[in-house]
């Protein structure tokens, strides 16, 4: 499988498993669209806004910890689906929330499927992938993320163009159902993972699986099938222990799988998803505009500012196996420090200013192609290559669970740091949790470019 050529299977499994990273991204986004016709429907105070934005990241954090380890004992297939269930049904209870304390449970619910959805996706793309384009296939597909947040700025420019009113929200939050049920329905087609079956000694069920990806293996997969009927009856997989990710032999890779991401997240999300907002204060509050008309121009701005994240993803497709992993994380992260530098210079000058304008723009394009080029796509990546099949979901499910924490912590932490020290504090303080990225990346680094996954698992 690590020899084979792409055939259209493999790129059904790609494309299904970037559609549920598109829709992440899309459900994480949109609410940075909805929010500020959300806080003129409900009563708010920036704690308040921080919980809104942060339900979904909490409820991330238990749905890559519980899916992580589930995808590893029950199968890849089963939670591939299940996730998007969740996703669906509480897309639709997020639209029609009756007040705060409804909207928030109904995003902390949502969470645990969107959380679920990154280390199933993560090991399904691993698992059938040729080691060759493996680093791309998953780059390529993580890139989606931007697609998703892209989609939502541009249909919560829809929305607001087809129903200007405070209650646009609702139609926002509920449109991600849509394309959920399509990827749902096509994903009950795509087989299990090889590579769990060969685990859990279903030699026959692996060579079913095997024969559409290596079609040419004939033979041999004749031979492992039939000695499936060889094995004893009383064979039991060996169960590793979740806490094997933090042994000796493996303490190393969860730490460089998880802290970055922790910290990354922290930025990334305390960023992305208010960026609406950040332009609404930092660039157009002084034009005299209503509500809505605000949030429109904020969303086209941050419709703009979503192409660089695009930019981003490409130009780490094109780098990733030439530079690395860590080369680009530690070139990322730098980067990321940069543009949050810039954006914090800019909140100085007045509002409505050229320079104020070119310093906005050039601070989130920084941020944004820097990010993406490097540890967005990286910290997603490492962990899928860093742990042998045994412990790749649970090794995913755990560097995303925390990342998932951090994404909350930046998310609560930005509105209310912000009201308590204003926006250059809170942007200086965000830098620095990028270099410390930095440093950490720089001390436990450990490359896996161009390994198979067999190499890697001799390596750890």
Known sequence: MDNAPLRPIHWRIWWLSAMGIFLDGFDLFIIGVAMPLIMKTFPTTPRIVGLIGAAALLGA?????????????????????????????????????????????????????????????????????????????????????????????????VILKVFPSFQAWRYMLAFGALPALVVIILRTTVPESARWYLLHNKNKDAAKVIRKLVPSKEEELHVLAAKAHSLPGDVKVKKVDYKALFSRKHIRRTILSAVPWFLMDIATYGVGIFTPIILASMAFSGEGLGTIARDFKATEGAMFLDIFLAIGFLLNILLIDKWGRIKLQLFGFGGMALGLLVLAVSSIVVVGHTWNLVLVFSGFIIFNVLMNMGPNA?????????????????????????????????????????????????????????????????????ETKCKSLEELSLML
Request: glycine content about 10%.
């Open 61 to 157: 954090v238990v749905g890559a910890s519980v899916g992580g380890t589930l995808t590893d004992r029950w199968g890849r297939k089963a939670l591939y689906i299940l996730d998007l269930v969740v996703f669906i049904i509480l897309s639709l209870f997020c639209a029609v929330s009756w007040n705060v304390t409804s909207l928030i449970i109904f995003r902390f619910l949502l969470g645990i499927g969107i959380g679920a959805d990154y280390p199933i996706c993560a090991s399904y793309i691993s698992a059938f992938m040729p080691a060759r384009v493996r680093g791309r296939m998953l780059i390529s597909a993580f890139s989606f993320q931007a697609l998703g947040m892209a989609a939502a700025a541009f249909m919560g420019l």
């Open 378 to 446: 990286t910290t997603f990546v490492l962990p899928a290559e860093l742990y042998p099949t045994s412990l790749r979901g649970s090794g995913h499910g755990f560097s995303a669970a925390v990342a998932k924490i951090g994404a909350a912590f930046g998310i609560f932490l930005l509105p209310v740091v912000k009201a308590a020290a204003g926006i250059t504090f809170t942007l200086v303080m965000l830098a620095i949790f990028s270099v410390l990225a930095f440093m950490v990346t720089l001390v436990f680094r450990v």
